[in-house]
């Protein structure tokens, strides 16, 4: 059964440091994995989508990095603003198995940046 | 495209009513998931489907729940009777199979229903 972990559960920042959160899976056979942002009491928005062939995705201040040998990701936040402030969850959709085509969430990373 | 549509966007129910929400996928997708996101427990997958068929529904909580998906671009997931403790937010999404064929294979996300059961 694929177990998606997130570290750490919370991080609070002064405006403007880089940050990177963590993201660790226990099945490698994966077709992608993909990070959202939630804002409070709204719905996820997709991030970044990194296929498994990849090694990084980029958007603006985002980037996003695989390694699915040892089952683990990053989202490194550049620059970080109070705007960025939300629940950052990743999550993993299964290539094989039980899990084929099954989306699996970590339980977030919720990031306050203070002004 | 619209994205991903649910409705109702809340509903507040008396315990022991019939509860039934509603998804529109994207359409042309083939998989469609729905979710239960509490403080407690995060999100939960409690059922996907692939091209109507349902392939994993070992997260439904219990017998109350039942989900189907009459076709491609409609789904429902009810709730017979409701309790309290189903008090949540119930999210659809929909995709594109993993594997892509060279599409874009992002899940996208409806935006909630927010369920009260009281």
């Known amino acids: 059964k694929q177990e998606v972990t997130q570290i750490p559960a919370a991080l609070s920042v002064p405006e403007g440091e880089n940050l990177v959160l963590n993201c660790s899976f226990t099945?490698?056979?994966?077709?992608?994995l993909q990070w959202f942002r939630q804002d409070p009491g709204k719905g996820l928005t997709s991030l970044l989508l990194?296929?498994?062939?990849?090694r990084e995705q980029t958007s603006g201040r985002l980037n996003a990095s695989l390694d699915k040998s040892s089952g683990r990701s990053t989202l490194y936040i550049a620059a970080s603003q109070p705007g960025d402030s939300a629940t950052y969850l990743c999550?993993?959709?299964?290539?094989?198995?039980?899990?084929?085509?099954?989306?699996?969430f970590g339980q977030g990373t919720i990031l306050t940046v203070h002004p | 495209d619209a994205g991903v549509i649910q409705s109702p966007r809340h509903e507040v129910t008396e315990m022991g009513q019939e509860v039934t929400l509603r998804c529109k996928p994207i359409?042309?997708?083939?998989?469609l998931f729905w979710y239960r996101q509490t403080m407690m427990r995060g999100l939960e997958l409690l059922i996907y489907?692939?091209?109507?068929?349902?392939?994993?529904d070992s997260g439904m909580p219990e017998d109350r729940f039942s989900a189907k998906m009459p076709n491609a671009s409609f789904s429902t997931l009810k709730i017979q009777p409701s309790e309290p403790r189903d008090s949540a937010v119930y999210f659809c999404?929909?995709?594109?199979?993993?594997?892509?064929?060279?599409?874009?294979?992002?899940?996208?996300f409806g935006q909630g229903t927010r369920l009260t059961v009281v």
């Open positions: 999550a993993v959709r299964g290539a094989g198995g039980t899990s084929y085509g099954k989306l699996t």
């Open positions: 359409s042309g997708h083939d998989y």
């Open positions: 489907f692939n091209n109507n068929v349902p392939i994993d």
């Open positions: 099945d490698s056979a994966i077709y992608n």
């Open positions: 999404a929909s995709s594109f199979p993993g594997t892509g064929f060279g599409r874009n294979t992002e899940a996208f």
């Open positions: 990194i296929q498994s062939s990849q």
